[in-house]
């Protein structure tokens, strides 16, 4: 992955899952709840359906753009 979401945004919220070095994964596939920035998001969004609030995101644009 070339830059993370926290980069990204110059985000601070250490306590998210995307500041862990290890992590391999984008943040729309990990749980809603393991996201700093989902966490407006209701109780009752799954990861799968999370991802309609993932395509209005600047970092999850620029990532799709650049991946092809």
Do not use: G
Not at 2 to 31: L, P, T
């Amino acid at each position: 992955m070339a830059i993370k979401c926290h980069e990204f945004f110059e985000c601070s919220k250490n306590e998210c899952r995307m500041f862990d070095e290890h992590e391999k994964r984008n943040c729309w596939d990990i749980e809603p709840t393991s996201t700093s920035c989902t966490n407006m998001l209701p109780e009752s969004v799954t990861k799968e359906s999370k991802i309609f609030h993932c395509h209005s995101c600047a970092y999850y644009r620029h990532m799709r753009r650049n991946q092809k």
